[in-house]
């Protein structure tokens, strides 16, 4: 005869085990992008538990000077889903600071996903492409997301003890936005009368950039990306979503790479960890 | 790494890139010792440069009081415990520069301030003394002096903010040497911030791009000096072409005070940067203070400096300080007049070496009356 106290403790074991298994998600070695019929935006939405998962390894980038001595961010968690011309993913990663306050020495944190522009057997070198060899990029900050969660652009948005004088643009002469308010204020800001749309004003935290190696990065055709993060007790999940790379078939494979940084550990540009190329597939709706 | 020459060392050293002169150099002459920290350059400069948003902590030009003062917060004692004691051997520098030392991973040895490092700009700096309350006295670890040091951007021979630099955002122009940041590509990682050692490139947060001093460049393709020249005070600066030790002119005023009186001495020179704004040192610091500032040539830039009343032509040229608008390429002296002439020779100021002097008595014979000097 049994012992019913071995019987209720199997029992439970097997609950537990089935419970853990159900919430356990499917790991695969490749990024899988699941049909969905609506890209989520939220990275807490149930549509990603349709996505299996991926765990992608770090590593510091070491190519280049300035390396990434120290590595930090060990790993980040992937899921991807597609509603047929977009893509998205979901990427993961701890954090136990959340750094969204840009300033001298303040780094922020960000991610970038990267996938070669054309479609091809052998892609581009993983670490920014090639000569000749165009790498697509989408990058996410979390001070550009602050924004547009609307944190204000100013410096006592930043700094709330700031002490401000006088802007010569904001001069009482001057009608706010009129043309001539404009063109002076635009004068006190050269990087943004140059176009260089890191210099905001932001409306997306995400931008679009192509690059050909390292040092090369640089603006690129609108992906219409899109991006959102939210930093919880874990560390951040961030959507990030662009069009899907031009021709890329059902169930055909390419690559994606991608990169963290964690502005706490005063990491930015060419200081930060990353992967290696990650088969990405595409899956059509059944 | 290329091999490059710097004569303010002496000798060849390692950089980033190989060594490409520009057709000519901007550069400047500081005399410290005609400083009183007014701050009126950093409000002339200010106001016409850094007045936008995310530029509000920024001084393109600051005036700090040495030994204790700086902006941003011992940037300078920070990097020099970095490097660690070197060595001079007479006028060759044996120690490293920070090209030479810089870290596995790293582009140049750099040091990132705090953003609460620039939360003092000269803010009580020179106070030398503290309260002395009745039958009390102060002791301080050195001889009881101070002088006030004016810095902008060195536009170096060797940026180091240049090689830092991941994506080559930042240039020197071959035209004049200046060294500007390129806002249509700067991406504000910040290394530059960190690279350079006198801490002349700062962070705007809210355009996301690192700005520093542009040497007021649209006045210098006028021919005139920049705003914190024209409106010193003091009469302390001198704005000009510098060249290298084979190709100086006596008649050149930056040449003349660098190269041939040798009385204006680069800003740390053992950084390696080759900068070119040049100091006449102060002349009641302590001497061993002075050559770690600005080299084994301190002392005798003082001594010559002190003769300098002995000396006509370095007392005449130490005239035309602040003297005109323009930059001035050439000097002369004849007789009691300086004169600064342009590229093309032709005389932008006549300066005399005495000024004429009347005394007016106090008492008036012819009046009978007795004059006082307020109305």
Redesign the interface.
């Known amino acids: 005869m049994k012992h019913p106290l071995s019987t209720a403790a199997a029992l439970a074991a097997l609950l537990l085990s089935a419970n853990s298994c159900a919430r356990q998600p499917r790991r695969t070695p490749e990024i899988v992008a699941v049909p969905v019929a609506a890209i989520p935006a939220f990275p807490e939405d149930r549509a990603w538990n349709s996505a299996p998962e991926h765990l992608a390894k770090l590593l510091p980038q070491?190519l280049?000077?300035?390396?990434?001595?120290t590595p930090s961010t060990p790993e980040m968690l992937v899921r991807s889903l597609t509603d047929g011309s977009r893509i998205a993913f979901r990427l993961e990663w701890p954090d136990a600071d959340q750094s969204d306050t840009?300033?001298?020495?303040?780094?922020v944190d960000a991610c970038a996903v990267q996938i070669p522009e054309k479609i091809e057997k052998n892609p581009p070198d993983p670490q920014m492409g090639q000569s000749g060899k165009t790498v697509q990029v989408t990058y996410w900050r979390a001070d550009w997301q602050a924004i547009v969660n609307g944190r204000g652009?100013?410096?006592r948005d930043?700094y709330p003890n700031?002490s401000?004088d006088?802007?010569?643009?904001e001069a009482k002469a001057l009608e706010p936005g009129s043309p001539a308010q404009k063109e002076m204020?635009e004068r006190?800001?050269?990087?943004?009368?140059?176009?260089?749309l890191?210099?905001?004003p932001r409306a997306a935290p995400v931008e679009d950039l192509v690059a050909t190696g390292?040092?090369t990065?640089?603006p690129g055709p609108p992906l219409a990306s899109a991006g959102k993060g939210v930093f919880g007790k874990k560390g951040w999940s961030v959507v990030i979503s662009r069009r899907l790379p031009e021709g890329l078939a059902v169930n055909q494979r390419t690559h994606v790479a991608l990169a963290v940084w964690q502005g706490a550990l005063?990491e930015?540009?060419?200081r930060k960890m990353r992967t290696g190329w990650i088969p990405l597939v595409v899956r059509g709706a059944k | 790494m290329a091999r490059v020459f710097n004569w303010q060392l002496g000798r060849e050293m390692s950089y980033w890139y190989p060594e490409s002169r520009p057709r000519r150099q901007f550069a400047a002459v500081f005399d410290i010792n005609k400083c009183i920290a007014c701050q009126t350059c950093t409000l002339a400069c200010k106001t016409t440069w850094t007045s936008g948003k995310g530029q509000e902590y920024m001084l393109w030009n600051n005036v700090e009081t040495k030994p204790y003062g700086s902006y941003p917060l011992a940037y300078d004692l920070k990097l020099l415990d970095l490097l660690g004691a070197q060595q001079w051997n007479g006028n060759r520098y044996e120690g490293k520069t920070i090209f030479e030392s810089a870290p596995a991973g790293e582009r140049v040895l750099g040091v990132r301030p705090e953003a609460n490092d620039y939360a003092y700009p000269n803010t009580g700096e020179d106070d030398c003394a503290g309260q002395v309350d009745h039958g009390a006295f102060l002791s301080l670890p050195h001889a009881n002096w101070f002088f006030y040091l004016a810095r902008i951007c060195n536009h170096c021979t060797y940026p180091a903010c240049l090689a830092s630099c991941p994506r080559g955002s930042i240039y020197k122009r071959a035209e004049d040497g200046i060294v500007l940041v390129d806002q249509s590509r700067c991406r504000g990682y910040q290394e530059c911030v960190k690279g350079c050692p006198y801490k002349k490139v700062f962070y705007n947060p809210l355009t996301g791009t690192s700005e520093k001093c542009i040497a007021c460049f649209p006045k210098i393709e006028q021919g005139i000096q920049p705003q914190c020249f024209v409106n010193c005070i003091g009469k302390i600066r001198l704005a000009g072409w510098v060249s290298s030790p084979k190709h100086a002119r006596a008649d050149n005023p930056i040449d003349y005070l660098v190269h041939v009186k040798k009385v204006a001495l680069p800003l740390f020179p053992q950084f390696g940067l080759e900068p070119n704004v040049y100091y006449i040192p102060p002349i009641h610091a302590a001497a061993s203070f002075n050559r770690q500032v600005f080299g084994p040539g301190a002392a005798e830039a003082v001594k010559t400096y002190r003769n300098a009343g002995n000396d006509p032509d370095l007392a005449g040229l130490l005239c035309l300080f602040g003297s005109t608008e323009a930059l001035v390429a050439r000097f002369q002296r004849q007789g009691n007049v300086i004169v600064g002439s342009d590229e093309k020779g032709a005389a932008v100021v006549r300066v005399p070496m005495n000024e004429p002097v009347h005394v007016r008595p106090a008492f008036d014979a012819k009046n009978q009356l007795v004059r006082i000097n307020c109305p």
């Open positions: 070491d280049v000077e300035p390396r990434l001595m840009p300033g001298p020495s303040r780094m652009d100013t410096i930043l700031a401000i006088h802007y010569p643009f204020a006190y800001a050269p990087a943004r009368a140059l176009g260089n890191r210099a905001g390292p040092a990065l640089m005063q930015a540009g060419a």
